[in-house]
């Protein structure tokens, strides 16, 4: 089970292979870029292209070859990450990953999707990377793209699901279920387990449709059958009402 991805998917998939993004590593450190490199070997809309040890490398390289991701340190010798991305003409999308929260907000000037703190998470990686690629999955963060037929496209996400991308479309999720170290997605028709937390899934699917209920329950607001102070039911389950989302609840369904 792994953790979910979102749009473009390599090889074998129904995304084509000319979505996949391009990136590079700048890295000093051995194992920081031997882990990162196993984490977007992991994430099936990456493409590791050039590990670089220092800033002055890494000009070369995107001067030279078409890069849509940066994972860049800050700490570099010759040239520190930030005087780095200071100097680039045309900047690809960056994500910084340093063991420094200082330079937070100077990354954040510079325009950076995301600031990862060492030693990172899987799950955390993850979250940051899809950024990369919300302006591609849906429909309420740019207006619904058009089909041939004039119609709006259906949002979707791409979940990894015991290494296979499987796509699940957001109007077919009933909800999802938080379990120990992972979550259940519920469609009408299939239950998909997925490496996730709920909180992390909830921060994904910004969508007025989805509401959280419980610390174990995200669920779609127009697939609930009859609610009532304690529990909703959806596809005839009954779903329990949190205590410390009750009044959110309420207010949302009333």
Do not use: W
Request: hydrophobic share 45%.
């Amino acid at each position: 089970m792994q953790t979910p991805v979102i749009n473009p998917v390599k090889q074998g998939s129904e995304i084509p292979l000319a979505q996949v993004l391009r990136c590079i590593i700048v890295e000093d450190e051995p194992l920081a870029a031997e882990i990162l490199t196993e984490y977007i070997e992991q994430t099936s809309f990456l493409e590791l292209t050039h590990v670089c040890n220092d800033a002055i490398r890494a000009l070369d390289v995107v001067r030279m070859n078409p890069v849509d991701v940066i994972f860049l340190d800050i700490n570099l010798p010759k040239l520190n990450g930030l005087e780095f991305l200071k100097t680039l003409l045309h900047q690809p999308r960056v994500i910084i990953t340093s063991a420094h929260h200082e330079y937070a907000v100077q990354g954040f000037d510079l325009q950076v999707v995301d600031y990862l703190l060492k030693p990172i998470e899987f799950s955390r990686f993850t979250k940051a990377v899809q950024k990369l690629l919300v302006p591609q999955r849906l429909a309420d963060v740019q207006p619904p793209m058009r089909e041939k037929n004039n119609a709006p496209a259906r949002p979707f996400y791409f979940f990894t699901v015991q290494k296979r991308s499987v796509k699940i479309f957001l109007d077919e999720i009933l909800y999802v279920e938080s379990l120990k170290d992972s979550v259940t997605i519920h469609t009408k028709t299939k239950s998909y387990n997925t490496h996730y937390q709920l909180g992390e899934l909830v921060d994904l699917m910004q969508s007025d449709n989805f509401l959280r209920i419980h610390r174990s329950f995200l669920v779609a607001v127009d697939k609930i059958e009859s609610f009532s102070a304690a529990e909703v039911e959806i596809a005839g389950r009954t779903l329990p009402i949190g205590r410390s989302h009750k009044l959110m609840v309420m207010e949302r369904l009333k």
